[in-house]
C-alpha cells in the first residue's frame, strides 16, 4: 500500500510546518511519498525515515487544464492512499483520473482566510480519525553528523537575518546593534541564517564586529544550515524556515513578526513572538507591512534575556 502526501507550498517553512501531520501519517501507513512545490525540501528531510521520497513538482500545477497532465503524473506512483493539504479542485480531480482509491482532502472551494495549522491539524484528525494530533514534531537529523557540529564552550545564536521577502525583514542594522549589545552581556558565537542575496549584509555586519564571533551561513546548502542551527542553543530573526527548524529541535525560537500571519508561528511552544508594541497579533497578517523600527534592540533583548 503505496500513499502519498501533497503539500502545495512553495516555501520551505510552509512545508515544514507540515512536518508533525506528515509524520502521524507515516506513522499509521509507513514510510511515505511526499509530492512538494518547494525546490529544496529534500534537502532539509534528507535524514527523516518518514519519507520514502521527496518530489519536486514543478509543472502541471498553475493551470486548471493541467490537471490531466497532473493525472498522468500521479499515476506513475500507483498510490493507494494520497493525502492533499490544500482546497484544490484541480488535485483532487488529478487525484481522481489518476485511479488512486482513497483521496483525503483539504473542504474543497474554501481557500479565504485559510489557517495553515488549524486547517492541517483539523485534516489530519479526520481523515486519520485520531483525536488531538499535535502541532509539532521532532526534526529528525543524523546523529553521526551532528556530533562534527559539537558545541565549544561559548553559547552559539542562530540570527535569522533572512526572509521570503523584503517587507518581513528587520533589517540588517538591527542586527548589527543586537550583537554589539549582546557581545556587552556574555560571550557568544554569532551564526548568521541568510541565502546567497543577503550575503552582502551579513558580511557589513560581520566587517563591524570587533570580536570576530561571527560567521555567515549565505554559502551552505540546505542540509549543511540543518546541523548549524542543531549545534545552537537559541534561534532569533525574521519568519524564515530557520524558526520552524530550530522550534522543532526543541529550541527556543523567537520570531520578529512585521508582515506574516501568526499561523506560521502559531503551533510550537518554543516559538516566542515578537511583535511592535500597541499592535494585535490577530492584525498582522500579508501586507501589513509593519516599521521594522518599531520593534527596538531593547525590546528584543528584553524577549531573550532570560534563555541567554
Request: with cysteine.
Amino acid at each position: 500500500m503505496k500513499t502519498g502526501i501533497f503539500l502545495s507550498y512553495r516555501g520551505l517553512g510552509a512545508n515544514l510546518l507540515h512536518l508533525a501531520y506528515c509524520h502521524q501519517i507515516a506513522k499509521k501507513f509507513g514510510p511515505v511519498s511526499l509530492i512538494t512545490l518547494c525546490p529544496n525540501l529534500d534537502k532539509a528531510l534528507k535524514d527523516d525515515p518518514a519519507f520514502s521520497e521527496i518530489i519536486y513538482l514543478d509543472k502541471f500545477h498553475k493551470k486548471f487544464f493541467d490537471l490531466f497532465k497532473m493525472s498522468n503524473f500521479l499515476k506513475k506512483f500507483n498510490f493507494e492512499n494520497i493525502f492533499i493539504f490544500y482546497p484544490s479542485l484541480r488535485h483532487y480531480l488529478s487525484s481522481k483520473f489518476a485511479g488512486i482509491k482513497n483521496i483525503y482532502h483539504y473542504p474543497l472551494f474554501k481557500k479565504k482566510n485559510l489557517h495553515l495549522v488549524k486547517a492541517a491539524k483539523k485534516f489530519t484528525e479526520i481523515s486519520l480519525d485520531i483525536e488531538n494530533c499535535p502541532t509539532e514534531t521532532k526534526f529528525v537529523i543524523n546523529d553521526h553528523k551532528a556530533k562534527q557540529f559539537k558545541k565549544s564552550g561559548l553559547k552559539k545564536i542562530i540570527l535569522g537575518i533572512s526572509s521570503s521577502g523584503p517587507t518581513t525583514k528587520w533589517g540588517y542594522l538591527n542586527y548589527l546593534s543586537l550583537i554589539k549589545k549582546l557581545n556587552v552581556l556574555g560571550e557568544f558565537y554569532f551564526y548568521l541564517l541568510c541565502g546567497p542575496d543577503d550575503q552582502n549584509e551579513a558580511n557589513q555586519i560581520i566587517d563591524q564586529i570587533n570580536k570576530k564571533n561571527c560567521e555567515s551561513l549565505a554559502s551552505k546548502d540546505i542540509a549543511e544550515i540543518i546541523y548549524y542551527i542543531h549545534s545552537s542553543d537559541i534561534f532569533i530573526g525574521n519568519d524564515s524556515f530557520g524558526h520552524h527548524v530550530s522550534s522543532q529541535m526543541n529550541k527556543p525560537s523567537f520570531i520578529i513578526l512585521l508582515d506574516s500571519p501568526k499561523a506560521y508561528s502559531d503551533y510550537s511552544i518554543n516559538q516566542k513572538r515578537i511583535i511592535p508594541p500597541n499592535i494585535k497579533i490577530d492584525n498582522i497578517s500579508h501586507g501589513s507591512n509593519l516599521d521594522p523600527n518599531s520593534i527596538t534592540v531593547d525590546m528584543v533583548l528584553d524577549k531573550i534575556k532570560k534563555f541567554i
